[in-house]
């Protein structure tokens, strides 16, 4: 097949599968429609850049390629910088690092910038029923920002997930509720003083913000980050449980069982591992979970 002979640029391709593994060849970077070409998949972008994007700028961490575990199919996970809470077992404390020029981790974009990094993998989506998510840190806490990237996804057709703690006012929920695709919704105390304790805030804006979102049908998937002899003690979940029953219009229910990703990057930081090194549940201990949550009668699977 012939490529038509216009402002584009042929770029680099790489050796992927497809999701019914068969080997194909795929440029990882700007897609548009893709071309069929004997075994081949061509990508091709365009050099001419979108200026309806704007040039307002927010701060990032990390974008994450072929996530699984951030919302449906294959998707693209920017992790925007800073976070209201302070949870003991955070998996990514270098959201919460002051940002400055010379900070590793953190770095100033533009909504340009991460959109196009976003429409790099747009045929892994659309084969998978992914998109991209918005995590953090807690990504309200760039309110502006975060509108903005998710307008621009709704306007190129781009699934949205926004994963969230739940910690902000409700205005800014209702302003993007209807942006966002499917909103990832953390629950992890229902006990107040221990969601003070351990997070350094109070659950109730957390709970209320919940019970609100799931008035609207189809957004809300519920996740609990099971930390040992934290969140994953029976009195907390048989809270968790009658809480979410009753609630309504719950998409289903994500278990995140804990992992040691997050202990290493503690002394990469300098930062104190409040819980010490924890073991991660056994899967006897996982299932007897998952059991008290299939109670609910909700789709509940374990992420991550």
């Known amino acids: 097949m012939e490529i038509p002979n216009y402002q584009r640029s042929l770029i680099q391709k790489k050796q992927c599968f497809s999701p019914e593994l068969e080997p194909l060849t795929c440029n990882l970077k700007q897609t548009t429609k893709p071309l069929n070409n004997n075994s081949f998949i061509y990508y091709l972008k365009t050099t001419k850049k979108d200026p309806s994007l704007g040039m307002m700028k927010g701060n990032i961490f990390d974008i994450k390629k072929f996530a699984i575990h ?13 976070c209201p809470l302070d949870c003991w077992w955070c998996h990514n404390p270098e959201s919460l690092r002051k940002v400055n020029s010379s ?26 029923g992914g998109g991209a998510t918005f995590s953090g840190g807690e990504p309200l806490v760039q309110f502006d920002f975060l509108y903005e990237l ?4 709704k306007r190129k057709n781009i699934h949205t997930c926004i994963d969230t703690s739940g910690y902000a006012p409700f205005e800014k929920f209702e302003k993007i509720v209807n942006l966002a695709d499917i909103i990832l919704f953390d629950i992890k105390l229902i006990d107040d003083e221990l969601h003070k304790k351990y997070t350094g805030v109070s659950n109730k804006l957390i709970l209320e913000n919940l019970k609100k979102l799931t008035e609207h049908k189809n957004k809300v998937i519920v996740r609990v980050p099971l ?17 979410i029953s009753s609630l309504k219009n719950i998409i289903k229910v994500d278990l995140l069982p804990y992992n040691k990703i997050g202990e290493a990057k503690y002394n990469r930081f300098d ?17 007897e979970i998952k059991s008290n949550f299939d109670s609910l009668g909700i789709e509940t699977s374990f992420r991550g």
């Open 103 to 128: 900070n590793e981790t953190n770095k100033e974009v533009s909504v340009e910038y991460v959109i196009q990094e976003i429409e790099k993998d747009i045929i892994f989506y659309d084969e998978s």
């Open 271 to 287: 930062q104190e591992l409040r819980l010490g090194k924890l073991e991660i549940q056994s899967e006897d201990k996982l299932e």
């Open 227 to 243: 930390i040992p002899n934290v969140t994953d003690t029976k009195v907390n979940l048989d809270k968790l449980v009658k809480y």
């Open 70 to 82: 951030d919302g449906p199919g294959i998707r693209t996970t920017v992790f925007l910088t800073g």
């Open 150 to 153: 998710l307008k621009n996804c």
